[in-house]
């Protein structure tokens, strides 16, 4: 399947190096913040919430490396898995009139999944260690439901885009 893809160098347009350099930025932001609040945080907090956004689970300050952690391994991953498009599963087929077209929209897909995902972490990051200051252990019960809705809302542009746009 994949193999028969064209295989095509994108040259990423200004709005892709936006988002990237964005994505990367957050980054750089998730780790100087935890570096800086670390030693402020005490022992134990909250590193797990419910469905209503409600600290359910406590542990030590040192999860708070956690997220940087996975958030910069998931950058990456991303970033690399953006430069193979032709691998992607598609809703259309890719014939070489519609490669570049499909290709640009699936690597922007992800590169705005990407940015989304670490606004995502970086507000995480600073909800659990602003509960520690206002004793107040919850993310809000529009948390899960706001950013389940942006996912799926970035995903229905792309399969509209990607289908109405199959050339």
């Known amino acids: 399947m994949s193999s028969e893809r ?11 190096l936006f988002l990237d ?13 935890t570096i800086i609040h670390y030693s402020q945080l005490p022992d134990t907090i909250p590193s797990q919430y419910n469905f209503k956004g ?23 991953g ?12 598609y809703p259309v087929k ?15 897909l992800i ?5 989304t995902i670490v606004v995502l972490i970086i507000f995480v990051d600073i909800k ?10 919850n993310l809000g019960s529009w948390f899960l439901p706001a950013f389940i809705a942006g996912i799926f809302i970035l995903l229905m542009i792309y399969l509209y885009e990607a289908a109405i746009k199959k050339k």
């Open 6 to 16: 064209p295989l095509i160098k994108l040259i990423p347009a200004g709005l892709d």
């Open 21 to 33: 350099r964005l994505a990367w930025m957050g980054i750089l932001f998730i780790w100087i913040y």
């Open 54 to 76: 409600e600290a359910d689970n406590y542990g030590t300050k040192k999860i708070m490396w956690i997220l940087p952690g996975i958030l910069t391994v998931l950058v990456i």
């Open 78 to 89: 991303l970033t690399i898995l953006n430069r193979y498009p032709q691998v992607f599963n």
């Open 94 to 108: 890719i014939t070489e009139e519609n490669a570049l077209r499909q290709y640009t929209m699936a690597t922007r």
């Open 111 to 115: 590169r705005f999944l990407k940015l």
């Open 128 to 137: 659990m260690t602003k509960s520690v200051h206002d004793n107040q252990s």
